[in-house]
Every structure is written in C-alpha cells, then in structure tokens.
C-alpha cells in the first residue's frame, strides 16, 4: 500500500484514513483495494481496522456499502490464514483476528437474506466450519456457530449449511459440551486464562471476577447459538433421526439459555419444532424423564411456558404417543386450563379442555381431573343463566366457609383448614376468579405445611393461571417456589422468586411492597441459595473438581457458609410477635386474622430448631412466613 500523505497518520494505506476520504469513487476504491489486500499482508497493526469493521458491523449490519467492496472475502480469507498460519497468528495482536472476521460475517447476515446469499457465494461456509470444529479455540467456537445459525435461517442458504454433513453433529456435541469446555478451558484455571480471552470478555476492562461472570455469560450464549442452530435443521424431518437420540433429547430440558439470554428459546424451543413432526414426538415421548420437564416447564411462569404446553397438547393429540404421556401429561394441563391467554396465545384454555376432551385410555385419576374441569366449564355456563342473588347467596357461603377455614388454619388445624377451602372452592361461582385465587393460594400454603410439595405446584398453579394477569400473584409465585425447593428443583424455584420479588416491587400491598427498595430477607436468601444450586457451571464444576487457582483447589459453589442456614428463616424474619411480613391481599376486603395462636407458634420456633439439619428442603420456618397472607 502507498504511504499516506496525512502528516497526522504514520500508518501506510491506513483504513480509518479512507474512510475519511471525501470523494466517494475514490473511497471505494481504497476500500475495495483494502479488502482485496489486507490477507496477503503481514503488517503489525492489523487487528486495528478489523476491529473497527466489527464496530462497524455491529451498528449498521444492514448497509451494504462493505458487502459490494468485498467484506466476505476479506474474512474468509483471513481466518483460512490464521488456520493455517500459525507464525502469523501469533505475530502481534494477529490472534484476535479470526474472532472478529467470523464475528464480522455473522453480524452482517443476521438481517438480510441477500446478504447472507452473498457471503455464502464468498466461500464463508468452509471456514466457519473448522473453527466450529475447534480448530482454534472455544472463542472462535462461539461466533462460528453464530454466524452459521444465521446463514442457516434463510431458504436461500439453508441447503448450503447443510450440505456440509458435519455441522449438525458438531453442533449438537457443542450444545451437549458446551458449558464443560468453557468452565475447563477458562473458568477453572484463572492462572492459565488465555490473555486475550479475557479480553474479549471483559475489553480490557475488570479482574479475575468479571472474566468469570463474563465466561458464564458466553458460555451460556455459545449453548443458545448452538440451539438456535440446530433448531433450523429440525423443521427438516430429514434431520430428525440425527437429532432424536435419547442423550441428546434429554440434555434439552435443562438447557435454560440463562437468565442473560432472555431471548433465547433454549432447549424448550428446539423440543417444540422436534414435537411439532410426528417422526419427532415418538421419541420424545419415550424419552425418559421427558414428560416430568416438560410438565415442570409448562408450570412455569416465564415466557417459555407456551412451548411446552403445545408439546403436552401434540403428544396428546397424537394417537402413537398419546397412551405413554396422557396420564402424565393430564394433571399439568388441567392446572392450566383456566388460563385465558398468555402473550400473544389467545383462549389457550379452551385449547387445554378441548384437546383433555379427547383424551382416551386414561387412569382413573386422570379421568377425574377431567371430568372435574369438564365439570368446572359447565358449570361457568349455567351462572351465566343463573339469578344474580343466587350468585351473591353462593358467594357469601364460600366466604363463611373460608372465614372457618381461616379460623382452622390460626388454631393449627392444618389439615382441617384444608378441607375447607376445597368446600368454599366449591361453592364460590366460577366467576369469583379474585376469591378462587385466594382460596387455591391458601390451600397451597397448607399444603406445604402439611409437608406436601406436589399438590401445593398444583394450587398455586391453579391459582396463578387464574390470576389476572396470568402468572402474576406474588404469594401464589412465593409458595410455588418453596415447594419446588423441597423437591430439589432450583432451577423452576429460583424462577419463582425472582418473579415474586418483582411483583413486591411493583405491589400497593403495604405486607408486599419492599420498603425501602430492599429486598425481603427470606427471598434474598432462597434466590441466593437456588442461584448456587442452578449454578451454571455446577456439573462441569462436579466432574472436573472445582476451581484451581495457585495450587489450590476450591469448589465455588460449596464450602463459602453452611448449608444449614439456608434450610430456615431466622427468627429476625418473623416478627417479635411470631407475625408474617404479609397479610390479607387488598383486594379481599377483610379482616386480617388476629394469629397463629400460641400453641402454633410455639410448635414452629420448635420446629425451626429440630429442622435446621435437614436436607429435605426448606421447613416450616419459610412457610409459616406466608401462612396467614391470603386469610
């Protein structure tokens, strides 16, 4: 390249100083000529205009100034260059050019099919590939996979991903191994972190403790990109014996995405376009322990949650797969039948009882739960028809029998309160749907205070399904996230706490609002406690023996406090007077319960001390936090 005549410039043909360039052919032409030499090229400082054509690439990944003067070529020839030319890799700063390049391509195609058709005709494939294969390191890897999920979206371009046979596979190992090769090549060795790794991660900015959060970040991300790419082989029905092995379906359920990638679909996502073939629900339902995730994520109350009810609707409408999952399938779905819609999925209760209409060679109990909601639409039509006196008759017998199941609940008959929040359940009219919350809520409570988990899910399901809107009854969300505590899900449990605090954030409920901001004490300790447990990195921390730094070896998720502390609230939770932080919902408009009474507060403060060992779960000294808020 020629000197550059700018006496501010040293750099010969330097590419921020043709971009300055005022005549527009003139620009062009420096810049097609820059594309066209750069790769053969050996100068130090080359990592300075690719990085600004990353920076470029990310703003305006639409024009397509650059993609007429070459851009694809220019990157595809470089990272075959930093593949084969290992001198020149490690010459300079040259190492962090194969990451840009590849970052570069997949920017540039995440919008515009036409641009992706043109990078295809580049020759970019080839290349992606074997970083993809890890012929570099897991950095590369990751915005591999990105930009090949990109090219892989388009008609245009799919056939061309594809016909390199390799992908699917190498896409699949990496979704499966992806958070071990991250947490083994980076995360557990902070002494023999790669430099520019951690500058990556972190731009130069921040210690050993931001490139670890930064590592859990991407390699949640490298997970999400290697999902979304196998996702767009799955709507072949060619691919689906590829993707259909049993230790690849069962991997799915857990791959959340991370909190960090809101948008991602995660494995939910790719099991919804595996459910919707049926050469793909067959071996979904014979996956083992399928159905149990399935059913847990369709309870949730995130944004995922449509896909996996569709999934239990499919496999139930499908008469090959139908017998192996209905009685499964059923109790979830008739907890959710009451939703009227969710997001943009209109009337998908009505769905729920049409397709649990249908459903043949049930149990008995599954026959029941669906005679019971049958039951429940039928009798919402004949209220519609009903006097309005004999609706308020209804009601206030519903109420009366509460204000007995209250007074139940305050004497310490647990059991018994129960039993009378199911009466007033059926006596309160299908349309009294702020008062069935409370009672589902209620019942919930007790139930986790009678030690049982799984009917306590499906209350306070019941509840947050009939909640308008859908999902967004703070207690009810708190009560579902310690019964899934005491079954050791951390994942759904943590989920719910979050969303409870931030429903306490936005409540006029003086026992829900946070004052001051602050979080309740017991929520920041369950989230803490469930954030450990969903660690991540926690099964590759496991296999692999923890973290190592200078001979030293420690396990991040364990040994920093106690365990036991988290099993119970402390007694600075509950008032001097043995009193929740949260009483009756406002909108119920009555009168709070005076207590737990003395004989029930002596016997939890008993418990809180014999249970402080345990490890089946969080105790009474959680839930009797919440016990007298809905009553």
């Known amino acids: 390249m020629e000197k550059a005549s700018s006496q501010e410039c040293p750099y010969p043909g330097c590419f921020f100083c043709v971009m300055k360039e005022g005549n527009p052919n003139k620009r062009r032409s420096c810049i097609l000529k820059f594309f066209r030499d750069l790769p053969s090229q050996d100068d130090d400082g080359q990592v300075l205009p690719i990085s600004g054509l990353w920076n470029t690439a990310m703003a305006h990944p639409n024009d397509p100034e650059f993609i007429d003067l070459g851009i694809f070529e220019c990157m595809s020839a470089l990272i075959w260059k930093g593949l084969k030319n290992r001198r020149w890799l490690s010459h300079d700063q040259n190492i962090y050019i194969p990451y840009y390049a590849a970052h570069i391509i997949g920017s540039y195609t995440m919008n515009m099919e036409e641009f992706a058709e043109r990078a295809v005709e580049a020759g970019v494939i080839p290349p992606l590939v074997e970083l993809l294969r890890g012929r570099l390191t897991w950095v590369e890897q990751r915005v591999a996979v990105r930009a090949l999920g990109h090219l892989a979206t388009y008609p245009s371009t799919f056939s061309s991903v594809a016909s390199h046979g390799e992908i699917l596979e190498l896409a699949i190992q990496l979704g499966m191994s992806s958070l071990e090769i ?23 900015m921040g210690g050993v403790e931001m490139e670890s959060r930064k590592a859990e970040e991407w390699a949640s991300q490298l997970q999400c990109w290697s999902l979304q790419l196998i996702n767009c082989f799955a709507f072949k029905a060619e691919f689906l014996p590829a993707l259909c092995k049993p230790e690849f379906l069962v991997s799915l359920p857990v791959m959340w995405g991370g909190l960090v990638n809101e948008n991602s679909p995660a494995g939910i996502g790719l099991l919804r376009t595996i459910c919707q073939h049926k050469l ?146 059926s006596l309160c009219p299908m349309r009294s749907k702020k008062e069935r919350v409370v009672l589902y809520s209620n019942r919930a409570q007790c139930h986790l205070l009678l030690q049982q988990p799984l009917v306590a899910i499906s209350d306070a399901t019941r509840a947050l399904s009939l909640h308008n809107p ?24 943590l989920l719910d706490a979050i969303l409870f605090i931030n429903e306490c954030s936005q409540s006029n409920d003086p026992d829900l609002s946070m004052r001051q901001n602050k979080v309740p004490d017991y929520a920041e300790r369950l989230v803490k406690k469930q954030m450990r447990a969903a660690w991540l990195f926690k099964e590759a921390a496991l296999k692999h023996g923890g973290v190592h730094r200078k001979g030293e070896e420690r396990e991040v998720y364990g040994n920093e406090s106690d365990d036991s502390e988290w099993e119970t609230a402390s007694e600075s ?39 402080k060992t345990s490890s089946k779960g969080m105790r009474h000294g959680y839930s009797i936090k919440l016990a007298e808020e809905d009553m």
């Open 182 to 204: 991250v947490y083994s090549h980076f995360y557990q060795y902070p002494d023999r972190r790669l430099s520019y790794h951690c500058d990556l991660l972190t731009r130069g």
């Open 573 to 611: 939770d509950i008032g001097d007077d043995g009193r929740d932080h949260m009483g009756l919902d406002e909108e119920e408009e009555e009168e709070e319960v005076e207590g737990h009474g003395e004989k029930w507060k002596n016997r939890e403060k008993s418990s809180d001390k014999t249970e």
């Open 470 to 493: 859908v999902n967004r009854h703070a207690k009810s969300l708190w009560r579902r996230a310690q019964a899934y505590d005491m079954l050791g899900l951390a994942k759904e449990s």
């Open 280 to 425: 793909g629900r067959g071996p979904v339902s014979s996956c083992s322990g399928m159905m149990e995730a399935l059913c847990n994520i369709a309870r949730s109350s995130d944004d995922w949650q449509y896909m996996a009810i569709e999934c239990l609707l499919w496999l139930l409408q499908d008469p090959n797969t139908s017998h192996k999952v209905v009685d499964k399938a059923v109790p979830t779905l008739v907890d959710l039948a009451e939703i009227t819609s969710l997001g943009d999925h209109k009337k998908l209760g009505d769905s729920i009882v049409s397709v649990l209409q249908e459903c043949d060679s049930v149990g008995s109990r599954s026959r029941e739960l669906i005679e019971e909601t049958v039951n429940a639409r039928q009798r919402l039509k004949w209220e519609k028809s009903m006097p309005k006196e004999d609706l308020h008759i209804k009601q206030a017998a519903a109420l009366v029998v509460k204000l007995e199941g209250n007074s139940l609940f305050s004497s310490g008959d647990i059991a018994g309160a129960a039993e009378k929040y199911s009466e007033a359940l």
